[in-house]
């Protein structure tokens, strides 16, 4: 199938393009409490910096604002070092691909700026098309022959967890259970949960993504 266009819809589906989707998204000006830009920071600030340069080749906006509260900052952190940076830097292709569907169903269904942007650049950076990323934001990933029977489980999972349907969607997890682990389960259901948390922070806080060139370096090349 092709990508989408990168303005109004696919030709194809019909269905506004992703880049579209992005521009649409609320931006606003200024965060509602002021970043802690680096080199202005504490020296328990600096450690958490220097951990995100390492993990991100930058410090994100986002944790610039956590900042004013450093074991919030830490805490986030704490999970992309130990599961979703870490299945970057050790190759597993296939779990990181999971996890950035489970990452961007809520990211996309909440209209978070912030969390999308750096996420669509992650995911066509593991091999995500344009077209596949339209169908996740218009939820007819069913439609789009692309995507694995795995992966159409993740996001209807990932969904089911965000509308807060999934404790009564026996069927839903039926199908995670005779495709993941229960280590995985546990794992893409937390992602999927934390990141409607970072959606709701990044909304309330009014935290944007970086322009383009700016942002996160997740070394998918």
């Not at 990508?3 to 649409?24: F, M, P, R, W, Y």
């Not at 779990?95 to 990211?107: D, E, G, T, W």
């Not at 995500?128 to 489980?153: C, P």
């Amino acid at each position: 199938m092709s990508n989408a266009g990168t303005n109004g819809k696919s030709a194809s589906s019909g269905e506004v393009s992703i880049d579209e989707i992005l521009s649409e998204m609320s931006c606003p000006v200024a965060p509602r409490v002021p970043f802690i830009e680096p080199g202005t920071e504490t020296a328990e600030v600096t450690e958490i910096y220097d951990q995100c340069r390492d993990l991100y080749g930058m410090v994100p906006k986002f944790i610039q604002l956590l900042a004013h509260a450093p074991g919030t900052a830490k805490s986030f952190l704490k999970f992309d070092e130990e599961i979703k940076v870490a299945a970057l830097r050790t190759g597993e292709r296939e779990r990181s691909r999971m996890q950035v569907l489970a990452i961007l169903k809520p990211s996309l269904d909440n209209s978070c700026h912030n969390c999308s942007h750096h996420n669509v650049y992650l995911a066509r950076g593991l091999g995500y098309n344009d077209a596949q990323l339209a169908a996740i934001a218009a939820g007819t990933w069913d439609n789009n022959d692309d995507f694995s029977e795995k992966e159409r489980v993740v996001l209807d999972w990932s969904s089911a967890v965000t509308d807060m349907s999934a404790s009564r969607d026996q069927a839903a997890f039926d199908a995670m259970s005779a495709h993941f682990s229960h280590e995985e389960i546990v794992e893409l259901t937390y992602t999927t949960a934390l990141w409607n948390c970072t959606n709701r922070l990044a909304e309330a806080m009014h935290i944007t993504a970086e322009p383009p060139g700016k942002g996160i370096d997740w070394r998918t090349n």
